[in-house]
């Protein structure tokens, strides 16, 4: 419309917070130095001057909480979070994290500080593979990324290696040279087998072809890693469903660094994602669910007026039967008495011919006698 009259879209307004502001704030929030708040930002090319966009602010926190390694402002306010997070993670062997969900906003700060602790009791380690890094490298120069993502592409490694000095996470060889999806496939069928497995990626494709692989592995009996003999004479004899459950999931980071699992619908073959449970990665989702429902409910109805239509059906078959039981009873009945009038008729005539013989022959008798 503004350009139909010729007149320039109002500039979106921009808030804006004044470099000396942020400084101040950002070295009183770490408790460090100005000049150091300066350096470190100033060290991953982002020069403060004049005013700053006050939406980077998050993006400048994140920056010197990486470099200074102090993660508490990414520790989740639920503290009943942690309870919930330790339950998804504690069932799996090994937990590969990919290259976009660390760099994608602070999602991945989040979830490596409630996940520490957890890691730590639980003596896990989260796998960056070398690919992951040399994807980092080669997005920290690309001009033709957002600021954002250069930035964060810049201080992750770090991140990564501090974890990994405290034993966090553990450096996976890429192996194969290739696309690192088709990796990640291939070593997943190969580990799977054995392991359960976690991958947080934020690439559906990818997630997709894990479920589907998951969903092959638990066609066929899970193979036991080679136990000492007397391990194996202690351990208890696996259930079937404990010797076929694979586990094998994908999820992507959501706001705050919490976990959505990739699911894909055996009904309609659309991938969708929701919290993660313990379970099978083929399930139907919400529409097929409900189409479902529907069918089913509708069946309910159809077999229903089925159910009563027979028994209408058997209702006048039976009603029929006693119409013609009653019809013959009744014809019986006239039978009878039909029958019983004839019988006494035959009486009748027969007493009446036997008294009519008596007096002829009386009336003979008295004829001889009178001549
Ligand atoms: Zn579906």
């Given amino acids: 419309m503004a350009r139909l009259l010729g007149k320039r879209p109002p500039a979106r307004h921009v808030e804006t917070i004044a ?11 770490f408790r460090l130095s100005k ?18 966009p006050a939406s980077e602010m998050g993006l400048y926190r994140e920056v010197i909480a990486c470099k200074v390694g102090d993660r508490s402002r990414f520790t989740h306010s639920d503290t009943s979070y942690e309870e919930v997070l330790d339950e998804q993670l504690r069932s799996f062997d090994e937990i590969y994290v990919d290259t976009a969900p660390i ?34 490298h080669g997005l ?3 001009p033709e990324k957002d600021k954002e993502v250069r930035v964060r592409s810049t201080i992750r490694p770090d991140l990564i290696r501090q974890l990994a000095r405290r034993g966090l996470v553990r450096i996976g060889d890429t192996g194969s040279t290739g696309i690192a999806d088709d990796h990640l496939v291939s070593l997943f069928s190969q580990i799977g087998a054995t ?16 479920v589907r692989l998951a969903h092959q592995l638990e066609q066929h009996p899970k193979q036991e890693v080679k136990k000492p003999w007397f391990l194996r004479l202690l351990g208890r004899k696996k259930s079937d469903a404990e010797q076929y459950a694979h586990q094998m999931v994908a999820c992507k980071l959501i706001e705050e660094g919490k ?15 929701d919290d ?38 058997e209702e006048e078959r039976q009603k029929k039967l006693e119409e013609e039981e009653r019809r013959l009873e009744r014809e019986k009945l006239k039978q009878t008495v039909g029958q019983r ?6 009486r009748f005539i027969k007493r009446a011919s036997l008294v009519l013989v008596v007096l002829l022959i009386l009336a003979v008798v008295l004829i001889v006698l009178l001549l």
Wanted: charged share 35%.
């Fill in 35 to 52: 000049e150091k708040v300066q350096s470190i930002l100033r060290g991953v090319g982002i020069n403060l001057e004049g005013s700053n």
């Fill in 195 to 210: 392991k359960s497995l976690l991958l947080v990626t934020q690439d559906r494709g990818l997630s997709e072809r894990i």
């Fill in 341 to 346: 009038v004839e019988m006494q008729k035959k």
């Fill in 259 to 273: 976990l959505k699992r990739c699911y894909i619908c055996p009904e309609c073959n659309e991938s969708y994602y």
């Fill in 276 to 313: 993660l449970h313990a379970c099978e990665g083929m399930v139907l989702c919400g529409r097929c669910y409900l189409d479902l429902k529907e069918q089913e409910a509708k069946q309910i109805a159809a077999n229903q007026k089925k159910r009563e239509a027979e028994l209408k059906a």
């Fill in 103 to 136: 760099i994608q906003e602070d999602w991945f700060l989040h979830f490596v500080t409630d996940a520490e602790p957890i890691l730590k009791r639980r003596k896990k380690k989260l796998i960056i593979l070398e690919k992951t890094l040399e994807e980092l």
């Fill in 19 to 29: 470099t000396e502001d942020t400084v101040e704030q950002l070295s009183s929030e």
């Fill in 140 to 142: 920290k120069d690309n």
